[in-house]
């Protein structure tokens, strides 16, 4: 069955890094996209980064401090995010689509980020 399993989440102050990581099961990343959302409390998922069709995608505000990535042959996919403020506190997911960044087929469980001022 397919599996997306994120882990990296965890407390960091205002100004510091964290590496997130989807370990994927059940699917290869050569078939389906990869893409990063988060959710904060209260809002609806907010689209962060996708890998897919041999081209990355940011959102606008992200762009430049958030980095996605993959290792296909380790079924893993990778959200680096630098210089990160309070505002990135939310819960991180991964999801896998096959026709990613226009629909999306499975989702993670989730990994909460906080940042403190």
């Known amino acids: 069955q397919v599996q997306l399993v994120e882990h990296g989440g965890g407390t960091v102050r205002a100004g510091g890094s964290l590496r997130l990581s989807c370990a994927v099961s059940g699917l290869s990343l050569t078939d389906y996209g990869m893409g990063w959302f988060r959710q904060a409390p209260g809002a609806d998922h907010e689209f962060i980064a996708a890998l897919a069709w041999g081209l990355t995608r940011y959102a606008d505000s992200e762009e430049g401090r958030f980095t996605i990535s993959k290792d296909n042959a380790k079924n893993t996919v990778y959200l680096q995010m630098n210089s990160l403020k309070p505002s990135d506190t939310a819960v991180y997911y991964c999801?896998?689509?096959?026709?990613?960044?226009?629909?999306?087929?499975?989702w993670g469980q989730g990994t909460q980020v906080t940042v403190s001022p």
């Open positions: 999801a896998a689509g096959r026709n990613a960044p226009l629909s999306w087929d499975f």
